[in-house]
């Protein structure tokens, strides 16, 4: 084994899962041949916006500071929305960076990000092939033995396959690590650039130059489905964005832009994009099952990472840290099966151990329960939200009523809509989800 | 904002073959309208799939590669393919 192969190692897809694992394995001296189906790393690729620095930085531990940022995460909100209101929470802090020091959280635009990350990993000794799809996974007595792309004489072989091909990924399922995902396993996100000048954004966020917000929005404005809208500062930008369950789509047949643009009306929004130009739509898949929906993670020749096993967490609207961390540890993997000569699952179950000794697996399993509550009790999104801002807005409104009147009446209109043995169990429900 | 405007700030490197096909026509014709009205006619961000009176016309070249018709569709009826290396969907920003 070994030998006959051209490279050790052939990663697809270069978004930040398949890049931190070419990355990690160059820098090894290992012979990597990164695919990419875009004619340029990133054209293909959409998030919401918020990246990590840790994860980052333990990937680029020398070049993450010349990334391409937009904004450091300085002010992080909630909203929970009725129609014409909303209860705001949120957290704002003084970033703080140094040169050994990534910043905690940032938003990035794509496109321009994951163009740097994939030269990263280039200059480390990967050979990027881009405007290549690759269409199938040659496989030999059960064993990865390579990749079929759309070119001529496309076929190539390596010792180790990384599947990095991001939501809903073809080539899983291709090489027999999962069954066909179903539409509750996969949200629809949406979401346009808004150019604003970067003086007007700091105004209307309250920002110091460079620094930026995250708002997280939920209740009304998903229309009872399962999902969440958001903003997120970037230079001169906002990524404004709504998305929710496929499923939830597919049964209240209200369209996407239809979605967002009543996203982008709701009161507290508007203000916010008042005299904004749309610069770009865009949509993507994002994977929402958890860890009940992985596939198997590693098998003879072949390892996931990313969006392509399923890994995000939502809750936490974090997804590219985990996949830069899985790659590194896909990376970290490759290079001990290099040294052992071995190729085969049972070198490669390294990669589930590393994955479950941190944060990566540990999180999503700590949400296993939140998936198919978000997919059957979409109410809950919009009921408590609702019910919390009319409380909050009653306890507001001076009119002559006294205090303790008010609470009475509150508490009548809650157990109007909801019984309090209801309550009791949409708690219970949702603290076993998320616990 | 309609659809057709949000569709008009994007690029695409168009193919001249398609990616997305129909597998089977009576499936949208007799099963779909009546179980489930069509979905992938609104769930389909870039409005790729239209009903002409018999059957789904599909406007490929606005897909912008999501995959969410292939999951969405109830009968897993639409056959969704990446476009060749190169071409569809060229984003701006991501």
């Known amino acids: 084994m070994g030998s006959s192969e051209q490279f050790d190692a052939i990663v697809v897809g270069a978004g930040p899962g398949g890049v931190s694992a070419a990355l990690t394995m160059a820098r090894a001296g290992l012979s990597v041949v990164l695919f990419e189906r875009a004619e340029r790393p990133g054209q293909k690729n959409v998030m919401g916006g918020v990246m990590y620095g840790r994860m980052l930085a333990d990937v680029a531990p020398e070049t993450w500071q010349q990334a391409p940022v937009e904004r450091v995460i300085a002010d992080e909100r909630v909203w ?40 990263q990993a280039e200059a480390a000794g990967a050979l990027i092939v881009p405007g290549t799809t690759v269409e199938d996974v040659i496989v030999e007595q ?95 930008s906002l990524s404004v964005g709504i998305g929710a369950l496929i499923s939830h789509f597919m049964k209240t047949r209200i ?88 190729w085969s699952a049972r070198t490669l179950a390294t990669y589930r151990e590393l994955l479950e000794a941190s944060f990566v697996l540990q999180d999503l399993r700590k949400y296993e329960r939140l998936p198919g509550l978000v997919e059957h009790r979409p109410d809950l999104l919009e009921t408590y939200p609702a019910m919390l801002s009319e409380a909050v807005h009653e306890m507001l409104t001076v009119d002559g009523v006294s205090k303790r009147d008010k609470q009475r009446k509150i508490l009548r209109r809650l157990l109007a809509r909801r019984p309090w043995w209801r309550m009791l169990k949409d708690a219970a429900e949702g603290w076993r989800a998320m616990r | 904002m309609k659809i057709e405007e949000k569709l008009y700030t994007l ?84």
């Open chain 1, 80 to 119: 929970l929305t009725t129609p014409d209101a909303a209860v705001t929470l949120g957290h704002k802090h003084v970033p703080h960076a140094g040169p050994s020091d990534p910043p905690n959280a940032f938003t990035v635009l794509r496109v321009p990000f994951d163009a740097w990350f994939a030269s």
């Open chain 1, 142 to 236: 059960g064993r990865v033995v390579g990749v079929r792309t759309g070119r001529q004489d496309g076929d190539l072989r390596a010792s180790l396959v990384v599947i990095a091909d991001g939501a809903n990924s073809f080539l899983v399922q291709k090489a027999g690590l999962s069954r066909p995902l179903e539409p509750h396993e996969m949200a629809l996100v949406v979401k346009e650039i808004v150019a604003l000048p970067p003086a007007t954004i700091e105004d209307r966020f309250n920002l110091e130059p460079g620094h930026g917000t995250t708002i997280e929005v939920y209740g009304s404005v998903t229309r009872g489905m399962a999902g969440y809208g958001f903003i997120y500062t970037n230079k001169e």
């Open chain 1, 255 to 342: 369209t996407p832009w239809d979605l967002l643009e009543g996203f982008k009306t709701h009161p507290l929004v508007a203000p916010l994009l008042r005299g904004g130009e749309v610069r770009e739509y865009l949509a993507h898949a994002i994977p929402e099952g958890g860890v009940r929906a992985m596939p198997r993670l590693y098998g003879d020749g072949v390892l996931v990472v990313g969006d392509a096993a399923m890994m995000v967490n939502n809750l936490h609207r974090e997804g590219s840290n985990l996949a830069m961390a899985a790659g590194r540890m896909a990376g970290e993997t490759a290079i001990q099966a290099k040294r052992a000569g071995d």
């Open chain 2, 11 to 94: 690029r695409w490197k168009h193919d001249k073959q398609t990616h997305i096909k129909i597998t089977r026509a009576d499936v949208c014709l007799e099963r779909c309208d009546g179980e489930w009205h069509r979905p992938c006619t609104t769930f389909c961000p870039a409005n790729v799939y239209a009903w002409d009176g018999e059957k789904i016309a599909v406007s490929y070249e606005n897909c912008v590669e999501c995959t969410t018709c292939v999951l969405g569709c109830p009968y897993r009826n639409i056959d969704w393919k990446p476009p060749r290396g190169g071409f569809g969907i060229e984003w701006q920003n991501g």
